[in-house]
């Protein structure tokens, strides 16, 4: 196997590894959604694959998991967050990984929520006030959970699993310096 495509084998494997933790018990929105999308943007020096192995590997979890109606926001938030990735954590520093982590969560909190007012059978008016009271709700329905509510639970869930993913993957370089070695 060429150097280059040990290099991919290994981040494709980091993300698919990343995508069965969804299947496992864990606490609500304590996931690697947005870790995955960040760490293939991060990473994958091939456009194209840094949306496409993370995407597919979201595609096989939810493929298990199911779908639903505002899925659409879902995978849109995480195309955008592939794109945080690219921008944000070209160079990997604790303080670009926070604030990729953490715009990350707010920016699929937006969007999917955003989604939940657009939706045909929400029960809130298509108004700007409307939309607020769908944020609103959006964050009391992230009532009490293991870090105090659920949005906190996917900041410390991107930031949590992206600290795993990108430290493996730096620890991992250092023990087979052929990983540090950019993909065809």
């Keep these: 196997m060429k150097v280059t495509n040990i290099r991919f084998v290994t981040l494709a494997v980091i993300v698919l590894a990343a995508a069965l933790c969804r299947l496992v018990p864990h606490p609500f929105n304590f996931t690697p959604i947005g870790a995955m999308a960040l760490f293939g943007g991060a990473y994958f020096t091939r456009k194209a694959w840094a949306f496409v192995v993370p995407l597919l590997a979201m595609l096989v979890s939810d493929l298990i998991l199911g779908f639903h109606s505002s899925m659409w926001a879902v995978y849109g938030s995480f195309i955008l967050i592939v794109v945080l990735g690219m921008v944000l ?3 990997i520093t604790v303080g670009r990984i926070l604030a990729a982590s953490t715009l990350s969560s707010v ?3 937006l969007i999917t929520n955003f989604a939940v007012w657009m939706h045909p059978g929400s029960l809130y008016p298509k108004t700007f006030m409307g939309l607020i009271a ?3 709700a959006g964050l009391q329905f992230y009532q009490q959970d293991i870090f105090g509510n659920l949005f906190l639970n996917t900041v410390m869930g991107d930031l949590f699993f992206t600290t795993l993913m ?3 993957f730096e620890w991992l370089k250092t023990k087979a ?3 540090d070695t950019v993909e065809a």
């Design 89 to 91: 954590l070209r160079k």
């Design 107 to 109: 920016l699929f909190f």
């Design 134 to 136: 769908s944020y609103v």
């Design 166 to 168: 990108v430290g493996c």
């Design 177 to 179: 310096p052929a990983l």
